[in-house]
Nanobody, 113 residues
Framework: QVQVVESGGGLVQPGGSLTLSCAAS????????MGWYRQAPGKQREFIAS?????STQYSDSVRDRFTMGRNDNTVSLQMTSLKPEDTAVYYC?????????WGQGTQVTVSS
């Protein structure tokens, strides 16, 4: 059974930085792909970033050059800089071991002065 757990959300001022972490367990190998998504109130969940087991990354246009995703085996991080109020959302970690999609419970990020 794959489990995904995020941590690191919180309140930050505009222009500030925050780092999220996520650990996936239940697989004896590196997950082929892990990623981050977010969902703002009243909006659909959207893709933010992903990283493969070979450390190849992809980012959405809205966060490229501000967010950086890192990985160590089945633990990933999302370093967020130059945060804006529109980055406020629940952030979800995603893992796919090859046979399905698994999600964390989400962590709230609020960008406000």
């Amino acid at each position: 059974q794959v489990q995904v757990v995020e941590s690191g959300g919180g309140l930050v001022q505009p222009g500030g930085s925050l780092t999220l972490s996520c650990a996936a367990s239940g697989a004896s190998f590196s997950m082929p792909i892990m990623g981050w998504y977010r969902q703002a109130p009243g909006k659909q969940r959207e893709f933010i970033a992903s990283i493969t087991s070979f450390a190849s990354t992809q980012y959405s246009d809205s966060v490229r050059d501000r967010f950086t995703m890192g990985r160590n085996d089945n633990t990933v991080s999302l370093q967020m800089t130059s945060l804006k109020p529109e980055d406020t959302a629940v952030y979800y970690c995603h893992a796919n071991p090859g046979w399905g999609d698994f999600w964390g419970q989400g962590t709230q990020v609020t960008v406000s002065s």
